[in-house]
């Protein structure tokens, strides 16, 4: 039988569950440059990460430390200020001189911090379903406002906003440690571009865990009528939920992003219009979610605000209940949105239609909008 790793304990007259601390032998890192010390430093790194905290932590246990490196420079040669680990806390460098930067990118300068790029040069999404997503959810940003990107969908909510002209005007964070510019989508999610500040992972989430966020962008996987959401397991499949937790139950408000249905959904539009060509196997919206990774009625207690996007209609979470708000354009209330649901929503008296504009081509033209162009007033 193996070791317990959680444990119930009551603190304050209330359960919680104490993950128990478990022993690490060794850590696999990286950074960009050693020298003959073994003093780490990152400069061309994309992503920052916790390389020394994970570092301290093994050490601490007994554990052996292996650093991964694009070079090596003599001692003395790394300015003491760009160390990001330091040597005693190394057991061994490797050396890969042909080291990429991301999964998907050799180098990209803009990724390291070391240049900043037009916002006309960050690769917009391709028009479809993820876009009207992103954008839908893109409506929620207010200047000024200090926002997660989470995972999926939502990394498309930087690339919306610097094809709108509204990136500069709002704070866009995600969890690896970025403060400011634009998070990546794609294959390179996690890294970011024309980035205003740097933090290790932990200091990151000190700060959602403090409740710094104004609106958190995340994706669902599953969502019940409570408003319950799941994230982590799907179709036998568990993917685990990093810092969604700390980051969804802290934010003031909470704007989860996905496609109505899935596998194999495929949509066309039309006219500023929506249809649905190939509907999604599997229903998303269900009586009861595999896993709970946000709760509905807890948030609610907490007095934090939910909505639920996806490319055909709007939910809100109001008086403890999934309430639809707003339907796309074309879409069919009973037969492209009920029949595919495993419950029935509350309904608002009628239901606005979702903007036109988010179905075309086109850029929405957000930064027209009379909330941005106040602020834009006030700078002038």
Same mark, same amino acid.
């Given at each position: 039988?193996?070791? =317990?790793?959680?444990?119930?304990?009551?603190?304050?007259?209330?359960?919680?569950?104490?993950?128990?601390?478990? %022993?690490?032998?060794?850590?696999?890192?990286?950074?960009?440059?050693?020298?003959?010390?073994? +003093?780490? #430093?990152?400069?061309?790194?994309?992503?920052?990460?916790?390389?020394?905290?994970?570092?301290?932590?093994?050490?601490?246990?007994?554990?052996?430390?292996?650093?991964?490196?694009?070079?090596?420079?003599?001692?003395?040669?790394?300015?003491?200020?760009?160390?990001?680990?330091?040597?005693?806390?190394?057991? @061994?460098?490797?050396?890969?001189?042909? %080291?990429?930067?991301?999964?998907?990118?050799?180098?990209?300068? !803009?990724? !390291?911090?070391?240049?900043?790029?037009?916002?006309?040069?960050?690769?917009?999404?391709?028009?479809?379903?993820?876009?009207?997503?992103?954008?839908?959810?893109?409506?929620?940003?207010?200047?000024?406002?200090?926002?997660?990107?989470?995972?999926?969908? #939502?990394?498309?909510? #930087?690339?919306?906003?610097?094809?709108?002209?509204?990136?500069?005007?709002?704070?866009?964070?995600?969890?690896?440690?970025?403060?400011?510019?634009?998070?990546?989508?794609? =294959?390179?999610?996690?890294?970011?571009? +024309?980035?205003?500040?740097?933090?290790?992972?932990?200091?990151?989430?000190?700060?959602?865990?403090?409740?710094?966020?104004?609106?958190?962008? /995340?994706?669902?996987?599953?969502? +019940?009528?409570?408003?319950?959401?799941?994230?982590?397991?799907?179709?036998?499949?568990?993917?685990?939920?990093?810092?969604?937790?700390?980051? !969804? %139950?802290?934010?003031?408000?909470?704007?989860?992003?996905?496609?109505?249905?899935?596998?194999?959904?495929?949509?066309?539009?039309?006219?500023?219009?929506?249809?649905?060509?190939?509907?999604?196997? @599997?229903?998303?919206?269900?009586?009861?979610?595999?896993?709970?990774?946000? #709760?509905?009625?807890?948030?609610?207690?907490?007095?934090?605000?939910?909505?639920?996007?996806?490319?055909?209609?709007?939910?809100?979470?109001?008086?403890?209940?999934?309430?639809?708000?707003?339907?796309?354009?074309?879409?069919?209330?009973?037969?492209?949105?009920?029949? @595919?649901?495993?419950?029935? =929503?509350?309904?608002? +008296?009628?239901?606005? /239609?979702?903007?036109?504009?988010?179905?075309?081509?086109?850029?929405?033209?957000? !930064?027209?909008?009379?909330?941005?162009?106040?602020?834009?007033?006030?700078?002038?």
């Amino acid at each position: 039988m193996s070791e =317990p790793r959680v444990e119930l304990i009551q603190i304050g007259g209330q359960d919680w569950l104490r993950f128990l601390p478990f %022993q690490i032998d060794v850590a696999f890192l990286r950074g960009t440059t050693a020298d003959e010390d073994g +003093n780490i #430093s990152m400069e061309q790194e994309a992503i920052p990460g916790e390389m020394l905290s994970t570092a301290q932590a093994v050490r601490r246990m007994g554990g052996k430390v292996i650093v991964q490196v694009k070079r090596v420079a003599r001692s003395g040669a790394l300015r003491s200020r760009d160390v990001r680990i330091p040597g005693i806390l190394v057991d @061994h460098v490797v050396v890969v001189p042909e %080291q990429s930067q991301t999964y998907a990118t050799d180098y990209d300068p !803009s990724y !390291s911090g070391e240049l900043r790029v037009p916002l006309n040069r960050i690769k917009p999404l391709e028009f479809g379903a993820r876009k009207i997503i992103a954008r839908r959810a893109a409506m929620e940003l207010r200047p000024g406002a200090v926002c997660n990107i989470g995972a999926g969908i #939502s990394t498309g909510i #930087s690339t919306v906003a610097a094809e709108e002209g509204i990136l500069d005007r709002i704070t866009l964070t995600n969890e690896q440690g970025f403060i400011g510019g634009a998070p990546l989508t794609g =294959p390179d999610s996690g890294a970011a571009q +024309n980035w205003s500040a740097m933090v290790d992972q932990p200091y990151q989430f000190d700060f959602y865990d403090g409740g710094g966020i104004d609106v958190a962008f /995340l994706s669902f996987v599953e969502v +019940n009528a409570q408003g319950d959401v799941n994230i982590s397991r799907f179709n036998g499949t568990i993917v685990g939920i990093g810092g969604f937790v700390n980051i !969804s %139950q802290n934010a003031k408000e909470t704007v989860f992003s996905g496609t109505f249905t899935a596998g194999g959904l495929d949509i066309a539009c039309e006219d500023g219009t929506l249809r649905i060509v190939t509907e999604g196997r @599997h229903k998303k919206f269900c009586d009861t979610v595999q896993q709970v990774s946000y #709760s509905g009625p807890f948030a609610a207690r907490e007095g934090r605000k939910a909505l639920f996007v996806t490319e055909r209609a709007v939910f809100r979470l109001a008086d403890g209940r999934l309430t639809l708000e707003e339907i796309a354009p074309g879409i069919d209330l009973d037969r492209d949105i009920l029949a @595919h649901m495993d419950f029935k =929503p509350d309904l608002v +008296n009628r239901p606005k /239609l979702m903007d036109k504009r988010l179905f075309a081509t086109q850029p929405m033209g957000l !930064s027209e909008a009379d909330v941005f162009q106040r602020i834009g007033a006030c700078e002038d």
